[in-house]
């Protein structure tokens, strides 16, 4: 059964979808970011480290993972492709060798200035107000913690026969809202 808020019978099931219109809008997003970043050789991604070393420089791996919701096995790549790229340098502590440190290179901290006016591009795009989007990120990141909640109670459930398709999650208790 489909919300019925939301279902008008001249739409796909999927775009009465929550899960779906986040998946469009993200790619959508995406794809404009990859529009204004591949002129200057960078991806989303890429652009993303930069904007949290542009904020605080010299951080270590970890700590960029987690800010970025990212593990070590997609960061570390992506960081040693922006070594070799010249836009930043790892280096591991004198103290702890297993903690690598990040920092900007002068090409890092000079696409600071060069990418300036990706951020206003962007919100022209989504045609939000600044009042919007925070309010556009305070609900995206309380559903991003109810769903990482979600998966955790469901990863956690004792498995047993048919367990996983008889749980109720979010979406389905909103029946696809």
């Not at 279902?7 to 204004?36: G, I, N």
């Not at 556009?136 to 469901?154: F, P, Q, S």
Request: a negative charge; glycine letters at 6%; proline letters at 5%.
């Amino acid at each position: 059964m489909h919300n019925r808020v939301v279902y008008d019978q001249d739409m796909e099931p999927t775009q009465h979808m929550v899960c779906f219109s986040l998946y469009a809008a993200s790619r959508a997003t995406t794809k404009a970011y990859a529009a204004l970043l591949e002129p200057h050789g960078l991806t989303y991604p890429q652009y993303l480290v930069l904007v949290l070393l542009w904020s605080r420089d010299e951080r270590s791996v970890r700590d960029l993972g987690e800010a970025l919701d990212l593990d070590s096995g997609t960061l570390s790549p992506l960081l040693r492709r922006m070594t070799r790229d010249g836009l930043v340098e790892r280096s591991r502590d004198g103290v702890d060798e297993r903690v690598v440190t990040v920092s900007l290179t002068e090409r890092g901290r000079t696409l600071r200035a060069d990418l300036a006016h990706v951020p206003t591009c962007i919100a022209e795009g989504m045609g939000v107000t600044l009042d919007g989007a925070r309010q556009l990120i305070a609900a995206l990141t309380e559903l991003a913690d109810g769903m990482r909640g979600t998966a955790a109670d469901i990863r956690s459930a004792p498995a047993s026969p048919g367990a996983r398709e008889t749980q109720t999650t979010p979406e389905k208790k909103e029946e696809h809202a």
